[in-house]
């Protein structure tokens, strides 16, 4: 026999009986119900069959070319002493010439003094060294002319674009963004090139190492 069979059995007949009953049977099926709620409550959210776990962001990918954030610089002085320029830690180094050239995979820092009578500027710069480069440098294609100003005082700024050194694997060139500073003071000029692929965000790095130049 059920709880609820057991239970009618013993109430008292008439009508006293009848309601009590009833009370009784209500107060039965709250509790019934009351505790299918909570069952249901207990087993938590059923997994979402068919869904992949979030994937992690990808890596940031760079341009070619770029300097890292986290470059060490550090001080090169010229064999005449006439001046100090700090060169990013680790390139390579080279002399071609009356030039020593700091070299990293895409990225190259050139520095060249010559005897220069005058500081220059922008008007002899045009008359005089964008000739000469348009002739020297295969692929020439002109940029702007411009006067900056740095820790060791006014300079000149050509920017232009140039191929690229060939790939050593694949032969292949780019095309390469150049800005050349020339320095000067009393009778000596510095010519400082940058040149790297274009594209690249060297903005910092480069300004860090203009800005460097210290005269002796």
């Not at 009986?17 to 009833?22: N, P, V």
């Not at 709250?30 to 992949?52: D, E, F, K, Q, R």
């Not at 090139?193 to 002796?216: E, K």
Request: glycine share 10%.
């Amino acid at each position: 026999m059920s709880t609820v069979q057991t239970m009618t059995t013993r109430i008292l007949p008439g009508r006293a009986g009848t309601a009590r009953l009833r009370r009784m049977l209500t107060a039965i099926s709250a509790a019934l119900l009351l505790a299918g709620v909570v069952t249901g409550c207990g087993g938590g959210p059923t997994p979402t069959a068919g869904l992949s776990p979030p994937s992690s962001p990808a890596p940031e990918s760079n341009p070619a070319g770029d300097i890292p954030d986290n470059q060490a610089y550090v001080p090169y002085t010229s064999p005449q002493g006439w001046y100090t320029v700090s060169v990013p830690e680790g390139w390579s180094r080279a002399v071609r010439g009356p030039a020593v050239v700091f070299t990293d995979k895409l990225n190259t820092v050139t520095l060249e003094t010559r005897p220069q009578p005058a500081a220059p500027d922008v008007a002899s710069a045009r008359a005089q060294e964008l000739p000469a480069l348009q002739a020297s440098v295969p692929g020439y294609q002109p940029g702007q002319v411009t006067m900056v100003t740095r820790a060791a005082g006014p300079a000149v700024l050509i920017t232009y674009g140039a191929p690229s050194p060939p790939d050593p694997v694949t032969g292949k060139t780019t095309t390469d963004a150049v800005e050349r500073y020339e320095f000067w003071k009393a009778g000596q000029e510095l010519i400082l090139t940058l040149s790297g692929p274009q594209g690249a965000d060297n903005a910092d790095p480069w300004h860090r190492i203009t800005d460097s130049v210290r005269w002796q």
